[in-house]
Each structure stands twice: as C-alpha cells, then as structure tokens.
C-alpha cells in the first residue's frame, strides 16, 4: 500500500466554459453557486456553535 492512498481525496473544482453560455444559464449558474454557498455558511455555522458549546463545558 503506497502511503498516497492514505491521504484523503479532494475534488477539485471544475471551471466551465462561461463563454458558451446563455445569459441565462449564466443566471442559473450563479443562484446555483449562491445557494452552495448559502449551504456552506450554514455548515460553518452549525460547527460554530457546536465548538462554542464544547468549549463553555470543557471550560468549567
């Protein structure tokens, strides 16, 4: 077993073509981008506060 087989994967990004597309394809391009973004920052969010909670009990 080579040790790169250890190592997580990552995907990574694959950019498209902007010029090939429609204005609105574009558009749905962004509100999808947006709304990943969205489902991002709600994650960050959430182990926010989960590691503010751990924190205010490990700190007694």
Known sequence: MDAD???PRTAKA???DLDAMSIEALGEYIAGLQAEIARAEAAIA???AARAGADAF???
């Open 5 to 7: 087989d250890l190592e």
């Open 14 to 16: 694959v950019l498209k």
């Open 46 to 48: 959430t182990k926010k």
């Open 58 to 60: 490990f700190k007694t």
